[in-house]
């Protein structure tokens, strides 16, 4: 079965090591970070400032990004 690592890149929990899993394709492994995402997005929004960013990224086996979910944060005014 593949492998499939999670990485924060940005904001709250970064810097942490990468979170190894395995799946059954790419697809599935999407599904698995946007559930992981959706534990961890709460945190992150609470602690983001103004004009800033948080991301998760999907990394393949050979740790190259394969997708990524970002929260920005702006000031329009």
Same mark, same amino acid.
């Given at each position: 079965?593949?492998?499939?690592?999670?990485?924060?890149?940005?904001?709250?929990?970064?810097?942490?090591?990468?979170? @190894?899993?395995?799946?059954? =394709? %790419? $697809? #599935?492994? /999407?599904?698995?970070?946007?559930?992981?995402?959706?534990?961890?997005?709460?945190? @992150?929004?609470?602690?983001? =400032? %103004? $004009? #800033?960013? /948080?991301?998760?990224?999907?990394?393949?086996?050979?740790?190259?990004?394969?997708?990524?979910?970002?929260?920005?944060?702006?000031?329009?005014?």
């Amino acid at each position: 079965m593949p492998q499939y690592f999670l990485r924060v890149s940005q904001g709250t929990y970064s810097g942490g090591p990468d979170h @190894a899993f395995e799946s059954a =394709d %790419q $697809n #599935a492994a /999407w599904v698995e970070m946007t559930k992981v995402c959706g534990d961890f997005i709460g945190t @992150a929004c609470r602690n983001l =400032d %103004q $004009n #800033a960013g /948080w991301s998760m990224e999907l990394l393949d086996a050979n740790k190259k990004c394969t997708g990524r979910i970002r929260l920005v944060a702006e000031k329009l005014s």
